[in-house]
């Protein structure tokens, strides 16, 4: 495809609470969104950069500015021509910046997808080995997916409360956040308030050293699974907790590539990862992702990084995918935003609903995308 123009916007969404983890607290959700127009068509893409660079390098207003300046151009070069499977390589002059490459990659690949009238769900069954019947995802897929929600660091005695209403509004998974001092009594108020809940933790790598034997003894209180318990770097401290812990290690912030993820899984350091498209470049890179865990025997949870409707589109259709076993961040975008301009995914009976139309998401509202817009520019050819 010959891309004609590329339209940023920096939009700032209300959320329905702070997200707060142990890197801070995100109040309003700054998000890029690109429009490519090419010419076969227009596609819409989501950079899922927070608002600050405390999860990962990358922010939002930043990746506005690698993406006009320096990627997008990339694109719009004379004699450039780029689909979903080679825009990687296109943009791959610049070092790093998953995230800002993430964003422009979906756009392509929507604009592909709607043009051939086909859905992400049924490109990435394809992808992923479907074609050919092996190792990957044959046929259609599933229609839906076990719906999961995450709960931020909230004060103690609402904790039980939080995750009641959520239990009431179906989601059968959540996944708490967790830090020194919010520990084994939110497990524990989590666990007494919905006894037969699925309840995940994650505390962003915020324990250390002298946290061990309570990390230890979270991993026996009841949780199906623990989220980045220690700093990237301490790979010791996940290798001990991998070779005693019931259930899985599941890297996160410690995932930003597969070949680190590789690296870990060869010194025992992780036995679960998180694939997040968005950290790790983008879709392409998380099938590549997706593949390996498959040969390493890797458990693997779709994560989740509070999207909008469009990027969690995407989400759930990579999270139909086969290798998926551990419940992930699946829940609509309006479990954390108040606005959006993009429909939002269909939540039912605890399930959510793979997309199954043409693309990566539907259109979004253009009333609330330009009422939610507070940067915009144009990059044209
Ligand atoms: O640590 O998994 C994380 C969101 C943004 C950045 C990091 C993380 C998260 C989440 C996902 O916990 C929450 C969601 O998208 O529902
Ligand atoms: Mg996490």
Same mark, same amino acid.
């Given at each position: 495809?010959?891309?004609?123009?590329?339209?940023?916007?920096?939009?700032?969404?209300?959320?329905?609470?702070?997200?707060?983890?142990?890197?801070?607290?995100?109040?309003?959700?700054?998000?890029?969104?690109?429009?490519?127009?090419?010419?076969?068509?227009?596609? /819409?893409?989501?950079?899922?950069?927070?608002?600050?660079?405390?999860?990962?390098?990358?922010?939002?207003?930043?990746?506005?500015? #690698?993406?006009?300046?320096?990627?997008?151009?990339?694109?719009?070069?004379?004699?450039?021509?780029?689909?979903?499977?080679?825009?990687?390589?296109?943009?791959?002059?610049?070092?790093?910046?998953?995230?800002?490459?993430?964003?422009?990659?979906?756009?392509?690949?929507?604009?592909?997808?709607?043009?051939?009238?086909?859905?992400?769900?049924?490109?990435?069954?394809?992808?992923?080995?479907?074609?050919?019947?092996?190792?990957?995802?044959?046929?259609?897929?599933?229609?839906?997916?076990?719906?999961?929600?995450?709960?931020?660091?909230?004060?103690?005695?609402?904790?039980?409360?939080?995750?009641?209403?959520?239990?009431?509004?179906?989601?059968?998974?959540?996944?708490?956040?967790?830090?020194?001092?919010?520990?084994?009594?939110?497990?524990?108020?989590?666990?007494?308030?919905?006894?037969?809940?699925?309840?995940?933790?994650?505390?962003?790598?915020?324990?250390?050293?002298?946290?061990?034997?309570?990390?230890?003894?979270?991993?026996?209180?009841?949780?199906?699974?623990?989220?980045?318990?220690?700093?990237?770097?301490?790979?010791?401290?996940?290798?001990?907790?991998?070779?005693?812990?019931?259930?899985?290690?599941?890297?996160?912030?410690?995932?930003?590539?597969?070949?680190?993820?590789?690296?870990?899984?060869?010194?025992?350091?992780?036995?679960?990862?998180?694939?997040?498209?968005?950290?790790?470049?983008?879709?392409?890179?998380?099938?590549?992702?997706?593949?390996?865990?498959?040969? /390493?025997?890797?458990?693997?949870?779709?994560?989740?990084?509070?999207?909008?409707?469009?990027?969690?589109?995407?989400?759930?259709?990579?999270?139909?995918?086969?290798?998926?076993?551990? #419940?992930?961040?699946?829940?609509?975008?309006?479990? /954390?935003?108040?606005?959006?301009? /993009?429909?939002?995914?269909?939540?039912?009976?605890?399930?959510?609903?793979?997309?199954?139309?043409?693309?990566?998401?539907?259109?979004?509202?253009?009333?609330?995308?330009?009422?939610?817009?507070?940067?915009?520019?144009?990059?044209?050819?």
């Amino acid at each position: 495809m010959i891309i004609e123009r590329v339209t940023l916007r920096l939009l700032d969404l209300p959320l329905v609470e702070p997200f707060r983890t142990a890197h801070g607290s995100t109040t309003t959700r700054q998000i890029v969104v690109a429009r490519v127009d090419t010419d076969r068509g227009h596609g /819409w893409g989501e950079c899922s950069a927070l608002p600050e660079p405390t999860y990962t390098a990358e922010y939002a207003l930043g990746a506005f500015v #690698t993406i006009s300046e320096h990627l997008a151009p990339l694109l719009l070069a004379p004699g450039v021509d780029v689909d979903g499977s080679t825009i990687a390589a296109a943009l791959s002059p610049i070092v790093g910046h998953p995230m800002a490459k993430a964003g422009l990659e979906m756009a392509v690949l929507d604009a592909e997808l709607r043009h051939e009238e086909i859905s992400l769900a049924t490109h990435l069954r394809t992808m992923d080995g479907g074609a050919l019947g092996a190792p990957g995802s044959a046929g259609p897929g599933p229609q839906s997916v076990p719906a999961g929600a995450a709960l931020g660091l909230v004060p103690l005695d609402t904790v039980g409360a939080r995750v009641e209403q959520l239990a009431a509004a179906g989601f059968g998974r959540i996944k708490v956040k967790i830090e020194p001092g919010a520990d084994l009594s939110v497990v524990e108020a989590a666990r007494a308030a919905v006894p037969g809940i699925d309840l995940q933790v994650d505390a962003n790598g915020s324990f250390a050293d002298q946290h061990r034997t309570l990390v230890a003894e979270i991993a026996h209180a009841g949780v199906s699974a623990i989220e980045q318990p220690f700093s990237p770097e301490a790979v010791d401290l996940a290798a001990e907790l991998v070779a005693t812990a019931p259930v899985p290690i599941v890297a996160d912030e410690a995932a930003p590539t597969a070949d680190h993820v590789a690296d870990l899984v060869a010194a025992g350091a992780a036995s679960g990862v998180s694939i997040k498209p968005a950290r790790l470049g983008g879709i392409t890179a998380a099938l590549d992702l997706v593949d390996r865990c498959r040969s /390493w025997g890797l458990a693997a949870t779709a994560g989740g990084m509070i999207e909008c409707g469009l990027g969690r589109h995407a989400l759930i259709a990579l999270s139909a995918l086969d290798t998926f076993s551990i #419940t992930g961040d699946l829940s609509p975008g309006g479990r /954390w935003l108040a606005a959006d301009p /993009w429909p939002d995914v269909t939540m039912t009976n605890g399930a959510m609903t793979v997309p199954r139309g043409p693309g990566v998401a539907p259109e979004p509202d253009p009333d609330v995308l330009d009422r939610f817009t507070v940067r915009a520019v144009t990059i044209s050819r």
